[in-house]
């Protein structure tokens, strides 16, 4: 099978996540060719072709199942034999039923290449010509410790993201929902989803509260289903929020108290992770102090979507010092394009290995 | 109710003892209950928010069921102490693996929880037939912050124990003492009681593994608390019980689980594997479901909630995040939630070599 009938497959099977003119993109982006795979093409006055890796090993995280699915999309692209480490079963997340029914979506020829297991083959792992993990530091390190050292280990650990609201006195309706559509999707638990709403030290927070907290109501009544609340998710979020009101933080809660969402003006401008599940604090800082405030997840930000207008030079600055390794307008942090590099790294031919073939005179 | 007591003044908190020491009914319970939210309400500013986000006032309340609880976590970022600028007699930190920060637990004074935590294990039948009180633990004067050595130093004094009875001395358990000491009291056919945490208990297991097991006197018990907190090997309430029952020559039913915490002054406790735990009077627990704030029907599982009559000094009522499943006669015990961490994509990532379910169970 080419490269181009994978494409196809594909994009026929899920062409709402993977539309094949997005895909034919991540190839030519990240490969130079469509066909790199398949046929030799010129490269700086030199002929290449791209080898896949025959077997990836993917390790999927428990809570989102999208990440899954993108790593498959990946291998499956490049026609190599995937092997799914499933996460278990939890009361708290639906990854484990949405890898397995996005398997079953696939025609039967992408199928044939994948196979699903519920725990860890470490025959398999240290076969494997790729690894594809998404976990813990602690899990990062075990795996580490168990393949071989030509194995490609392609490994996404601990990431957040923020929200940036840069003028927010002027924040428009439209705009508020764009942050609310970022901070609820996937209930908050991606890489993706912002876990702060920064704004600057002299914003009006009790207008800015009541425009979010609105423009939240009207989003989260629109997500269909609603994401579940298990005893573990419904004592985080209370518990999110007795704190906040014994410390006497400003809290906006829904209108009948459901626990979709919480917003919460926390007075320390210093990050602090959400429970998560629609739980987003909102924090003010001057621009000179975000590197302080973000101190603690230097390296491990993701993406910081920007609502109003773009940022300025000096906080552009500190992001990158911090390593946020994506900008993107509010709205759209949970929906990079297929060419996002993750975790700064291009998916794709990061999996490749190249074969040069110089002219033989 | 008594308008007048006030906590602050001695004669008034052994006035408050004897209360909660003496037969307590419904109408009486209910009473104290609203005479000590009253109290914490007008003094811990924290916890006044609190009640206020939930439309609770000293004026509004009809039931003691209806007092709000206080986060276990706020212990660790607010002062929660009844007697504003007072100096407290004792702080009491809780351990901080979880979050890298200890709560503090602010007291008055420790009558109250002297007389009460006594009086608890008393009541249990703990006390009967006098055992010899041996503790893996730091004595109170080592870490007068431990509120388990705390209690454990108030039982050696109830007992009127004198000689060594504390194992764990500047971070080093002294085993073999200890061993010396039961062999010596096993030939007088004198009781003994050695209480610890799991983890002292599984540092002793190691330490034994190889010597013979000793036959503890009959009407002995060993007492276990307090879990593991990464701080040994970890195994199951089920494993630990059955090596220490082989190597103390205990029945299962001999060995105890205190269930308490830093922030409280009263316990609860259960006997064997499957006990189910059972509290002082002056202790009432509810199994509340998060969402609704609401107890539980039978049968169903919720978190535990502490109304604690003994916790003059800050909050009476503590939301823990332990879970539990209500049954008719009570509670039985199930685990502590995870901790959440910021993992993004990887939040919950698998534990690949456990293969890992969403609660840490303890039994």
């Known amino acids: ?361 | 109710m008594s308008p007048s007591r006030n906590f602050a003044q001695p004669v008034d908190r052994r006035a408050w003892i004897q209360k909660l020491l003496a037969p307590l009914d419904e109408p009486t319970w209910e009473r104290l209950a609203h005479e000590l939210f009253a109290w914490q309400f007008a003094r811990v500013p924290a916890y006044r928010r609190l009640c206020h986000a939930h439309e609770m006032t000293p004026q509004r309340l009809n039931s003691w069921h209806d007092i709000p609880a206080v986060p276990q976590q706020l212990f660790k970022r607010e002062k929660l102490f009844s007697h504003g600028s007072v100096r407290p007699s004792a702080i009491y930190e809780t351990s901080g693996t979880t979050t890298g920060q200890p709560g503090r637990q602010h007291l008055l004074q420790t009558d109250i929880y002297r007389a009460l935590s006594v009086e608890g294990a008393r009541r249990v039948g703990l006390f009967e037939g006098n055992p010899h009180l041996h503790f893996l633990t730091p004595s109170p004067r080592e870490t007068p912050s431990s509120s388990l050595s705390a209690m454990f130093g108030f039982w050696q004094k109830a007992a009127r124990q004198t000689g060594p009875c504390f194992w764990l001395r500047k971070d080093k358990f002294e085993f073999a003492q200890l061993r010396e000491t039961l062999i010596a009291q096993i030939k007088v056919r004198r009781r003994i009681a050695v209480c610890g945490t799991a983890f002292s208990f599984v540092h002793l297991l190691d330490a034994w593994a190889d010597l013979p097991s000793l036959r503890l006197p009959r009407g002995s018990w060993l007492l276990e608390t307090g879990g593991f907190k990464g701080r040994s090997r970890e195994i199951s309430k089920s494993e630990l019980y059955a090596q220490l029952s082989q190597l103390f020559s205990v029945p299962d039913n001999s060995i105890w689980n205190e269930y308490g915490m830093s922030e409280l002054s009263s316990q609860a406790y259960a006997r064997g594997t499957s006990g189910l735990h059972e509290v002082p009077p002056w202790v009432r627990i509810l199994i509340i479901n998060p969402a609704t704030r609401r107890e539980v029907r039978v049968g169903q599982r919720g978190l535990v909630r502490w109304i604690d009559l003994a916790n003059v000094d800050s909050v009476m009522a503590l939301q823990t995040l332990e879970v539990a499943e209500r049954t008719s006669q009570g509670f039985r015990l199930i685990g502590r939630l995870p901790k959440t961490e910021p993992r993004g994509c990887s939040l919950n990532a698998e534990d690949l070599m456990t293969n890992s379910h969403s609660l840490s169970l303890t039994s």
Request: proline share 5%; charged share 20%.
């Open chain 1, 1 to 361: 099978m080419t490269t181009r009938q994978r494409i196809d497959l594909l994009a026929h099977a899920y062409p709402r996540y993977f539309p094949r003119t997005e895909l034919l993109r991540l190839l030519r982006t990240q490969l130079g060719h469509v066909d790199a795979l398949d046929t030799w093409i010129q490269h700086e006055g030199i002929r290449v072709r791209a080898s896949a890796p025959k077997l990836i090993y993917h390790i999927c995280a428990g809570n989102l199942a999208v990440s899954a699915w993108t790593s498959l999309m990946h291998g499956l692209l490049l026609g190599a034999h995937n092997v799914v480490k499933l996460p278990s079963e939890r009361e708290d997340s639906t990854a484990r039923r949405e890898i397995l029914s996005f398997i079953r979506g696939l025609p039967s020829s992408l199928q044939k290449l994948v196979e699903t297991h519920g725990t860890l083959d470490t025959h398999l792992l240290r076969r494997a010509d790729a690894i594809i993990a998404f976990g813990s530091d602690a899990t990062m390190n075990n795996l580490r410790a168990q393949i071989r050292w030509n194995q490609k280990f392609i490994a996404h650990g601990h990431a957040v993201s923020l929200l940036w609201i840069s003028e927010p006195e002027r924040l428009t309706s439209r705009q508020a929902r764009a942050c609310a559509v970022d901070i609820l999707t996937y209930d908050q638990l991606g890489c993706l989803s912002p876990q702060a709403i920064y704004i600057s030290s002299n914003a009006n927070v009790e207008k800015l509260g009541h425009q979010l907290a609105h423009a939240l109501e009207l989003h989260w009544k629109k997500i269909k289903p609603k994401p579940a609340r298990p005893l573990s998710v419904a004592a985080r979020i209370t518990e999110a929020r007795d704190m906040a009101h014994a410390l006497g933080h400003r809290v906006w809660l829904p209108p009948n108290k459901h626990l979709g969402w919480t917003l919460i003006h926390d007075l320390d401008s210093t990050f602090q992770p959400s429970p998560l599940h629609g739980v987003i604090y909102l924090r003010q800082v001057g621009e000179s102090r975000v590197s302080q405030a973000l101190a603690s997840v230097a390296g491990r930000i993701s993406t910081v979507g920007v609502a109003g207008k773009a940022l300025s030079s000096r906080l552009e600055k500190a992001f990158l010092s911090l390593g946020v390794s994506r900008f993107c307008a509010a709205g759209h942090m949970q929906f990079p394009p297929l060419t996002w590099h993750h975790d700064g790294r291009p998916t794709l031919s990061d999996l490749v290995t190249w074969i040069d073939s110089e002219s033989i005179q």
